[in-house]
């Protein structure tokens, strides 16, 4: 048991896993992080912060390798959120078991202390403070939240036996066992973070949580069914911007008031525009007259012109779309330009500053 640590007496220390390159979520990660793209009107990981402030977390250490000084030049040292931010960043990339280790070493704790570590492309409504409190009521070495998802053969897949321990850690596996995954959150004792070889590429997933099971450390499980989505993809990045503005999840860090849309400072929407289903109209950006714009997130001084549809979209930063352009489930770089009559479909993507001549890009619609 972890008798020498009380939550009443130590705030309780994070690791923010934030190295990742955001693949699957290019072209807008070519630029920026994914935890700093904006959505719902803040860079993602506000929303994180100010979620883990709420549940008495006051130093926070990002562990960060791709683009890693940008993450400083927009929080800072943290004083602006009512947090002390500090960042530990990788030569190379060490994967997410030596991005703990390597980040731990900016922890103020003892051995004995829990340690919160989260991915950072997690929307969670789950209460980390029943996470921690199970962690240390059962004096675990390790307590990962889970969720259910569909098709959890794109996460890792987390048995459990009827005492919540957790008896297989199987990442990304094509016969997943059960429903309930890894949701990217976990209680961490630090004494076992420091177990973690240091200096050397670990994957937490594939080599220290099976590990650990192995060997017959505690390894628990926290089971919920509150709001999770894990924004690593287009669609779910939308999704999630949509939710919080919809307030679906309730965030701290919210610009505005919840509803069909967002539109933050000096942005214009035509009084016979649709703006609907969580929309966020960036800073500065234009919605003209008869536009229609559903569930979408447009970036700061974006143009939809008059006429143009956009639903389930990004348009990103000075992007524009023009007259009777229709986007589905797309994704325009930032400075790119819909020309008018082109229909962007099903996770078309535009890089950054491409032009499209009008009438280039058609969806016959019985395909
Ligand atoms: N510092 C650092 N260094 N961070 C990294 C590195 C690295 O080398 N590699 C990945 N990360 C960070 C990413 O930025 C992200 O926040 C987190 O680690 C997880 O990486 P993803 O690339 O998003 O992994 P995933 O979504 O495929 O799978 C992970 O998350 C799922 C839940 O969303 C795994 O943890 C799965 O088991 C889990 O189910
Ligand atoms: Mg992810």
Redesign the pocket.
């Known amino acids: 048991m972890t008798d020498s640590y009380s939550p009443e007496s130590a705030h309780l220390e994070a690791i923010?896993?934030?190295?990742?390159?955001?693949?699957r979520l290019r072209p807008l990660t070519l630029s920026t992080?994914?935890?700093l793209l904006p959505t719902a009107g803040v860079p993602f990981l506000a929303h994180q912060l100010a979620r883990a402030r709420s549940f008495g977390v006051r130093h926070i250490v990002?562990?960060?390798?791709?683009r890693a000084s940008m993450f400083a030049e927009v929080f800072g040292d943290g004083s602006a959120f009512g947090l002390t931010l500090e960042y530990?960043?990788?030569d190379s990339?060490?994967?997410?078991g030596?991005?703990i280790r390597?980040?731990a070493q900016a922890l103020a704790c003892g051995p004995d202390a829990p340690v919160l570590v989260?991915?950072?492309?997690?929307l969670s409504g789950h209460d980390i403070s029943e996470q921690v409190d199970l962690h240390v009521s059962r004096g675990a070495a390790v307590t990962l939240h889970l969720t259910e998802v569909d098709d959890p053969s794109?996460?890792?897949?987390?048995p459990t036996d009827e005492d919540g321990r957790v008896t297989a850690?199987l990442?990304?596996t094509p016969h997943p066992v059960t429903n309930r995954?890894?949701?990217?959150c976990y209680v961490f004792q630090r004494s076992a973070i420091d177990t973690i070889p240091a200096g050397q590429?670990v994957?937490?997933?594939r080599e220290t949580f099976p590990g650990m099971i192995a060997s017959g450390e505690l390894v628990l499980g926290y089971a919920d069914r509150s709001y999770w989505l894990?924004v690593?993809t287009p669609a779910a990045f939308v999704q999630g911007s949509c939710d919080l503005v919809m307030g679906r999840l309730a965030s701290p860090a919210l610009p505005g008031p919840c509803g069909e849309y967002l539109a933050l400072e000096d942005s214009k929407v035509s009084p016979s525009a649709k703006i609907s289903g969580g929309t966020v109209v960036g800073a500065r950006a234009v919605v003209e007259s008869d536009a229609s714009v559903r569930g979408s997130v447009l970036d700061a001084g974006c143009v939809v012109e008059s006429g143009a549809t956009v639903v389930d979209s990004v348009v990103g930063a000075g992007a524009r779309v023009s007259s009777g352009a229709v986007l589905r489930n797309a994704v325009i770089g930032d400075g790119a330009v819909v020309g008018s009559g082109n229909e962007l479909l099903a996770g078309a993507r535009v890089w950054p500053g491409v032009r499209l001549p009008a009438g280039a890009v058609r969806f016959s619609s019985d395909v």
């Open positions: 923010l896993l934030v190295g990742g390159q955001g693949t992080p994914k935890p990002f562990a960060t390798s791709y530990m960043t990788e990339p060490l994967g997410t030596g991005a390597n980040a989260l991915n950072g492309d997690i794109r996460f890792g897949c987390v850690f990442e990304k995954i890894n949701a990217g590429v994957s937490v997933e894990d690593g």
